[in-house]
């Protein structure tokens, strides 16, 4: 494993822009997440700054001026750490550290470094140690260059350049092994899902934190670790599960969110292998979110991204326990209605009425619903159960 950053116990600036496409209230719940994932990661924030920007300057990300206010924030409060809502460049990296002067961790490292914190098994290891690597080769040359410029570049070229290459190639072998291990682990994996026979697969997929876990629990009897943290589940795991009188298999997973790591979807293929195989996908959606229609976009690109977005999907809107609106006074005939305000009879009648889809209102925690669950998913396993085994009905059906 890589040596993870020493966890962020200090306190943190975070930094993002609001884009022209995105309004103030978006960015808010974009710097909450951001937020909630510093905090996932041990790191406490201490302010967060916005600038309104078309596109990310190119070299310092924010508006130089922006930036030297953030450094003056950061001299006068102590702080160790600034926190970006991208992926910063190599050149952007270099160019804010120099600024700045102090750790600079943006999204992607962020995320990683939850992902490294939480692996258990050696394959969840070997998957998110290929993503960190493959996210530091690119940016190794920050030290050399960051030297070269403060003494001038003359005699550090020749070692510093030596030494950058020799890590480069150190990382190049690094990430050969790690593929050639993944790739085994690949094969294990496969072998033993083909073992599992034909059994109807179903997976849990979603945004993070959304209640897949405490679902899987629940449904399944079993002791799969949920907790209020972004990524608790990296590993997958697979419970036989019997509605009435069909047995079926559940998987619950790795969740996912916005601006996931390519490298990470990437090098985590043997965990989304459990995706791309199942028959069934339960789309579990935190209603409770304000910013849940983000989250199922975001969700639906990375099916796609795994060329698994057409496949049988129920939409389990769960947390309905949580889930608030604001009210509008019968008096009050000036303020519009706007989603804020709808009750979840009213998005009832919205895009989820389509019947294309299909629907399911729980609470997995309260255990609301979750017969009307049962039946639901009863009835999707069946029609794939009969086609898998036409002559076996007599054996399964009532
Ligand atoms: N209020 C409420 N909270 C819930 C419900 N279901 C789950 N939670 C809580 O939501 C948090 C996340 O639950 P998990 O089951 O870990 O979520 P997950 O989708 O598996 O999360 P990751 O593994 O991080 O992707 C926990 O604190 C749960 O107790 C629900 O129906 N209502
Ligand atoms: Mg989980």
């Not at 043997?270 to 976009?297: C, G, K």
Request: with cysteine.
């Amino acid at each position: 494993m890589i040596e993870t950053r020493e966890s962020i116990s200090e306190r943190v600036v975070l930094i993002g822009i609001i884009t022209q496409h995105q309004d103030e209230k978006q960015s808010e719940e974009y710097l909450d997440e951001l937020e909630f994932l510093t905090l996932t990661a041990g790191g406490k924030t201490a302010k967060r700054f916005v600038q309104k920007l078309d596109r990310p300057n190119p070299k310092t990300f924010l508006g130089t001026g922006k930036l030297d206010d953030v450094k003056a924030y950061i001299e006068s409060h102590d702080i160790g750490t600034a926190i970006f809502d991208d992926e910063l460049s190599p050149a952007q990296l270099r160019n804010i550290e120099r600024i700045l002067d102090c750790k600079i961790l943006d999204r992607t490292n962020l995320i990683l470094d939850i992902f490294a914190n939480r692996a258990q098994t050696s394959s969840a290891k070997a998957q998110v140690e290929l993503a960190q690597y493959q996210y530091l080769l690119p940016r190794l040359t920050r030290m050399w260059t960051h030297l070269d410029k403060q003494k001038g570049g003359i005699g550090m070229r020749g070692p510093g350049e030596t030494e950058i290459e020799t890590d480069r190639r150190i990382i190049r072998d690094k990430i050969t092994l790690l593929k050639k291990k993944l790739a085994t682990i690949d094969k294990q994996m496969s072998v033993q899902r083909k073992n599992r026979g034909k059994m109807v697969r179903v997976a849990l997929v979603g945004y993070t934190n959304v209640g897949k876990s405490t679902l899987m629990n629940v449904v399944s009897k079993s002791d799969v670790f949920a907790e209020n943290k972004l990524f608790a589940t990296l590993d997958t795991t697979v419970r036989k599960v019997v509605i009435k009188n069909i047995p079926f298999l559940m998987t619950d997973t790795v969740g996912f969110i916005r601006k996931l790591p390519t490298q990470l979807v990437e090098s985590f293929k043997s965990t989304l292998d459990e995706v791309r195989e199942a028959d069934l996908l339960l789309h579990v959606v935190d209603i409770s979110h304000p910013n849940f229609e983000d989250h199922i976009s975001s969700v639906n690109n990375i099916l796609d991204e795994i060329d698994s977005a057409d496949k049988p999907t129920v939409m389990v809107f769960n947390k309905i326990d949580a889930y608030t609106h604001k009210t509008i006074e019968e008096d009050d005939l000036v303020t519009e209605k706007t989603k804020e305000h709808y009750s979840l009879d009213d998005w009832k009648k919205t895009w989820m009425n389509d019947i294309e889809t299909q629907n399911i209102f729980i609470s997995a925690l309260n255990k609301s619903n979750l017969e009307e669950f049962r039946e639901k998913v009863y009835d999707e396993v069946k029609k794939i159960h009969v086609q898998r085994f036409p002559y076996n009905d007599f054996l399964y059906y009532e």
